[in-house]
């Protein structure tokens, strides 16, 4: 069983698209997170959320919203995709209780045409 | 914003040497991670040592941690073709231990 789930994998689409990334972790963690890869491999958080909690929220445009139905879960919807939003998104979990190890998903490739 | 910074960015070597990649870390930490990416895939959690400690092994690995100078090291010994991989150092924040903060990691490439 996958430990950290994503889907899609891959996902191209039209500038001004909206589009959706999910996100399933198996582990019983109570903290997910999204990062976001480019293509210089720059890793930047851009969410986390503890028990369907937002507990960080960086510096990202609002086109950007997070959604955690439940701990076991979080999602990212993107709005108005635009060339720059082109990148590998991740997820990951990881246990609340230190030491904060990070368990990842095998990335989703999102392309912007 | 990135915490940690790894160099070399690049760092190629012939099976059976050792790889040594740094990484430096600019606020206060609980403990510093290493993880690993293999092209095309998930990071991978490989060794973490905390902020109270100077060195630790696991295996082939050897990771030192210098707060003074916050700085990390990991030492890979006897590499394989294998170990061909991007080596990312991850940092929490002393406040708050799930903000972890990657920097642009390490490629190294170990030529059979």
């Known amino acids: 069983d996958t430990a950290v789930s994503q889907t899609p994998k891959y996902l191209v689409t039209q500038m001004g698209n909206d589009k959706s990334i999910k996100c399933e972790q198996n582990l019983g963690h109570d903290t997910m997170y999204w990062y976001k890869q480019d293509s210089k491999k720059f890793l930047k958080i851009m969410f986390s959320y503890n028990n369907k909690e937002l507990i960080i929220n960086e510096t990202v445009p609002n086109r950007f919203s997070p959604k955690s139905p439940d701990k076991a879960h979080l999602n990212l919807h993107i709005n108005s995709l635009e060339l720059g939003d082109s990148a590998v998104y991740f997820c990951?979990?990881?246990?609340?209780?230190?030491?904060?190890?990070?368990?990842f998903g095998a990335g989703s490739r999102l392309t912007v045409l | 914003s990135q915490q940690g910074e790894e160099d070399p960015q690049a760092l190629s070597i012939q099976e059976g040497e050792n790889a040594t990649m740094n990484c430096s870390y600019k606020?206060?930490?609980?403990?510093l991670q290493w993880y690993r990416q293999n092209s095309g895939r998930g990071l991978v959690h490989l060794i973490l040592i905390r902020s109270n400690e100077r060195e630790k092994h696991s295996g082939r690995l050897r990771v030192t941690l210098d707060t003074s100078k916050k700085s990390s090291s990991l030492l890979i010994t006897a590499s394989r073709a294998a170990d061909t991989a991007s080596y990312f150092c991850?940092?929490?924040?002393?406040?708050?231990?799930?903000?972890?903060?990657f920097g642009a990691g390490t490629r190294l490439t170990v030529k059979p």
């Open positions: 990951a979990s990881s246990p609340y209780i230190p030491p904060n190890v990070l368990t």
């Open positions: 606020t206060s930490i609980n403990n």
């Open positions: 991850a940092t929490d924040a002393e406040y708050n231990n799930n903000d972890m903060r």
